[in-house]
Nanobody, 118 residues
Framework: QVQLEESGGGSVQNGGSLRLSCTYS?????MGWFRRRAPGAEREGVA?????????WYADSVQGRLTISHDNAKNTLYLQMNDLSPEDTAMYYC?????????????WGQGTQVTVSS
């Protein structure tokens, strides 16, 4: 099973930036970032990358503000988050062994909290 470890969450003000990192033991077909805005809320896809052709996917709500990238040499997946707003406040999860952005994934990280204050 893929091992994942996230880091980089924190608290920022409206308009601020954060970078999330996720180290992984191996790449899978689709890896991505998901978030849950409140306990019990549905987890939603934010951004992801396919292993074939390095295609990226982004949710409409984050297009132009969030950028996903990976460093194969470091086995790390990044999510650069710019121009954050309070609506981006959520627990963010890295996931692997996914079928795609729909959240059907075999492995989940422990989550890292992002809080954006107005």
């Amino acid at each position: 099973q893929v091992q994942l470890e996230e880091s980089g969450g924190g608290s920022v003000q409206n308009g601020g930036s954060l970078r999330l990192s996720c180290t992984y033991s191996r790449r899978t077909y689709y890896m991505g970032w998901f978030r849950r805005r409140a306990p019990g809320a549905e987890r939603e896809g934010v951004a992801g990358v396919y292993n074939t052709g390095s295609r990226d996917w982004y949710a409409d709500s984050v297009q132009g503000r969030l950028t996903i990238s990976h460093d194969n040499a470091k086995n790390t997946l990044y999510l650069q988050m710019n121009d954050l707003s309070p609506e981006d406040t959520a627990m963010y999860y890295c996931a692997a062994d996914c079928l795609g952005p729909d959240g059907v994934c075999g492995t989940w990280g422990q989550g890292t909290q992002v809080t954006v204050s107005s």
